[in-house]
């Protein structure tokens, strides 16, 4: 059986965290928690504004947790050199609005194309695993490749709102998914995966065998509060790895 990693993104628990301005929930202690429920790693997004997760956490995650730490971030000067202080296993460049309320598609790789490229090689050179987050999109898969990250995580979230409408153009969806994967495994780029997923969605996208990673964080965190969080990420990586 080919193995599909689970990693846990727990942004939401800073989220609740900060709507009391406190220090509970603890995100770091949450971290612990997967790590304890066989979590194969943690990502946590260092929005701009400060949103959820936190400098310190980050700080904190890098010297307490024993997973490879996945931090999400804006191609940035400023997140760049977070990165480079601290050193994660991996940085996954997202897009970044303000506004939004949650990352809303994939990077456009074809936009500031040399400064993309130059963050890479900055991250690259100090030892860091450049992931691209990007939607299923042929074009775009090779622009990755020619950047020379290491790994593309696709956008899932179109996919996982199909499937929770039950809709009609979830095949065709999942065909485009599918299609991706097989072609970024083809150029050697690592292939991830993730955003919207919950246990049903998740169960689906397992099967595309080109998969070695799931990121998932709002559905396990939010469904933590009825069935505990160790429960969720067992059950969510038993899922995943029974449908492969």
């Not at 202080?85 to 936009?111: D, F, I, W």
Request: aromatic share 6%; charged share 25%; glycine share 6%.
């Amino acid at each position: 059986m080919n193995y599909l990693r689970l990693g846990v993104n727990i942004d939401h628990v800073a989220t609740l965290r900060n709507a009391r301005g406190g220090h509970y929930p603890d995100p770091i202690l949450a971290a612990k928690y997967a790590y304890e429920a066989g979590a194969d790693g943690i990502t946590a997004h260092l929005r701009e504004d400060r949103r959820h997760i936190s400098d310190r956490d980050i700080k904190r995650l890098i010297e307490s947790i024993e997973l490879p730490l996945n931090l999400e971030m804006a191609p940035t000067d400023e997140m760049v050199r977070i990165a480079l202080s601290h050193r994660p296993n991996a940085c996954c460049l997202v897009p970044e609005k303000r506004q939004e309320l949650t990352t809303e598609g994939g990077l456009n790789l074809q936009k500031n194309t040399s400064f993309i490229s130059k963050c890479i090689e900055k991250l690259k050179n100090s030892n860091i695993k450049v992931s691209l987050f990007i939607d299923p999109d042929i074009h775009q898969i090779d622009l990755a490749s020619k950047l020379n990250a290491d790994i593309i995580e696709l956008h899932t979230g179109e996919f996982a709102s199909l499937v929770n409408k039950n809709d009609s153009k979830l095949d065709d969806e999942y065909l485009r998914l599918e299609e991706s994967a097989r072609y970024a495994d083809s150029l050697n780029l690592e292939v991830h995966a993730g955003h919207g997923l919950n246990y049903k969605s998740a169960l689906k996208i397992a099967k595309i065998e080109y998969l070695q990673e799931l990121n998932i964080g709002h559905f396990i965190i939010g469904e933590s509060i009825f069935s505990g969080l160790d429960s969720v990420i067992r059950k969510m990586k038993s899922n995943i790895n029974s449908s492969r």
